[in-house]
């Protein structure tokens, strides 16, 4: 008899999957859907550098590879026996939006760049940021830059001049000396 009840939830259990789709009918994993009505999550991932048209507009053929580097960032690829080819290579994937990826290959002579290889469908800052902006379907950019009008309206920078005697007025934290950043080590005081 404890085995009959013991069965009995099991029983009701299985008797709620005849619902769902046969096993021979199931679409894969890969797909969309799983089971028929379960779509699972899928990690956004987001790999390599991102470049836009102004950032490879600034480099020109004969910079020295440090200021390609400051321009463009550290190159996700290096290869030791190809010192002279930097590979920046850019993949997003995201869902509800289409796959994105691109390769930007800086190859010098030297030091000095040689040729900078960008692909076609290589986007504006502002392409870029619409392209990954799926979470807010009003199509409103985002603002990337002040206007002049916007900049003639911020309040001028405070001048160090000014920032200095209130600072010294004050004087330092009680019970906080500290040497002069000159001052060598072992030099006594």
């Not at 440090?66 to 290579?89: I, K, N």
């Not at 000095?112 to 392209?131: I, Q, Y």
Request: net charge positive; aromatic share 6%.
């Amino acid at each position: 008899m404890r085995p009959l009840l013991a069965s009995l939830p099991l029983l009701a259990l299985l008797g709620g999957c005849s619902n769902l789709p046969s096993w021979a009918t199931l679409p894969s994993v890969t797909g969309e859907k799983v089971l028929g009505f379960v779509t699972p999550y899928r990690v956004e991932v987001v790999q390599g550098n991102v470049l836009t048209k102004e950032m490879v507009a600034r480099v020109k053929p004969g910079m020295p590879k440090a200021q390609v580097r400051d321009l463009l960032g550290s190159p996700l690829l290096t290869d030791v026996f190809h010192e002279s080819r930097w590979d920046y290579p850019f993949t997003i994937r995201r869902q509800g939006a289409p796959e994105q990826q691109r390769l930007v290959v800086a190859e010098f002579d030297g030091d000095k760049l040689k040729t900078l290889t960008v692909p076609d469908d290589l986007p504006t800052e502002n392409e870029f940021v619409s392209a990954i902006n799926t979470f807010k379907p009003s199509g409103k950019q985002p603002k990337l830059a002040l206007s002049e009008a916007e900049r003639a309206a911020l309040p001028p920078p405070k001048k160090s001049a000014e920032a200095a005697p209130t600072a010294a007025a004050e004087g330092p934290a009680p019970g906080r000396v500290y040497p002069p950043l000159d001052a060598k080590p072992g030099a006594g005081s």
